[in-house]
């Protein structure tokens, strides 16, 4: 568990905790914010590393029996709550669990640290009886709750928390960090598509994420040229994750109204496409491109709830393939000739 170092742009916060464990004040609820991706739990579980580790210097030693129980997920008084599926909310359940190993006293003398993550998907009566544990604090236990959206906590949660925002590192880091990866040559594009997180960058790098948005990006274009058709376009697409297929489409589309609006315009979300966007943007009308944002924003909400998605994919590329409007283009479907 040596080499775990700090991630670089992360350095800053690191010396804000660093200063709390050295002056011994450490706040007993910490709410680390920031984007997925941003390394946020990289940070909690270094910092929980630390505060429970024999002889700390700037970082946990490694080596000490807090550090090698630490190393195997096996140290009885750091604890982690999470949703029991990624996605799920983390429940009423969860948190008494929680409360109830807290009732019993630290396992070795010093701290105990809580990563309860992500703190925003905890439901109501899961921050409920959550907010009685932090009304009353045990002065040994650190609490270290992360999120990507603090707005969607409790007010009465959030002024109990001590905040640390992190924030989206600088693009020229992170490339840099990117290239040491071994990701140099997809950096800039990984880096666009996840935001700026560099994490979650790699993350879309592993998953072979560009290769498969171009596969998508094409067909999507091919819809509006009326080459593919948008009810077996949608068939594919229907297997595939709702969630990056949308956002993937809002950030075409908000790309194709920039080009339209301007043809050289500053850095695209999708850099590596922008030769194939220029060219599409040409043949579209903005008023089109609007009308199918909106389209997508409802479809995007619709999807959250119980819906077909083939279904909710077939109408917006049906949508699509009529709301592009390729100049030029007779109305009829080249795949029906
Ligand atoms: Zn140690």
């Not at 690191?14 to 706040?27: I, T």
């Not at 910092?47 to 096996?74: I, K, M, N």
């Not at 990624?86 to 070795?108: C, E, H, M, N, W």
């Not at 409790?154 to 109990?160: Q, W």
Request: hydrophobic share 45%; with cysteine; glycine share 6%.
């Amino acid at each position: 568990m040596k080499g775990a170092a700090v991630l670089p742009w992360l350095e800053p916060y690191w010396r804000r905790l660093q200063a709390y464990a050295g002056f011994e004040r450490v706040p007993q609820a910490l709410l680390i914010a920031g984007i997925a991706g941003v390394g946020k739990m990289q940070l909690a579980r270094l910092f929980a590393q630390r505060l429970l580790c024999r002889r700390p210097g700037d970082l946990a030693c490694g080596e000490c029996v807090s550090c090698q129980l630490f190393a195997a997920q096996t140290h009885p008084d750091f604890l982690v709550v999470e949703p029991a599926e990624p996605g799920k909310p983390i429940t009423v359940d969860a948190i008494r669990g929680l409360i109830a190993s807290l009732s019993l006293k630290p396992q070795y003398s010093g701290y105990r640290v809580v990563i309860l993550a992500p703190a925003h998907q905890m439901n109501s009566s899961a921050a409920n009886s959550l907010l009685k544990t932090l009304e009353e604090p045990d002065e040994h236990t650190v609490m270290l709750l992360l999120t990507e959206t603090p707005a969607a906590l409790p007010a009465t949660i959030l002024s109990r928390c001590q905040r640390m925002e992190i924030a989206v590192p600088d693009r020229a880091l992170s490339i840099r960090w990117l290239a040491e990866q071994g990701l140099g040559e997809q950096a800039e594009v990984l880096l666009a598509l996840a935001q700026g997180a560099p994490l979650r960058a790699v993350a879309l790098a592993q998953e072979g994420v560009i290769e498969r948005r171009e596969e998508f990006f094409l067909a999507w274009r091919d819809v509006a040229r009326r080459i593919q058709e948008p009810v077996l376009v949608a068939e594919k697409w229907a297997k595939y994750s709702c969630e990056a297929l949308t956002d993937w489409m809002s950030s075409w589309v908000i790309d194709l109204i920039r080009l339209r609006a301007l043809p050289n315009c500053g850095p695209l979300n999708n850099p590596d496409l922008r030769e194939s966007l220029q060219a599409t943007a040409r043949q579209l009308e903005l008023k089109n491109l609007f009308r199918f944002l909106d389209l997508l924003n409802a479809t995007k909400r619709r999807l959250l709830g119980q819906v077909n998605r083939q279904l909710a994919l077939e109408e917006l590329l049906i949508h699509w393939s009529s709301a592009a409007n390729f100049q030029g283009s007779t109305g009829k479907p080249k795949y029906h000739e």
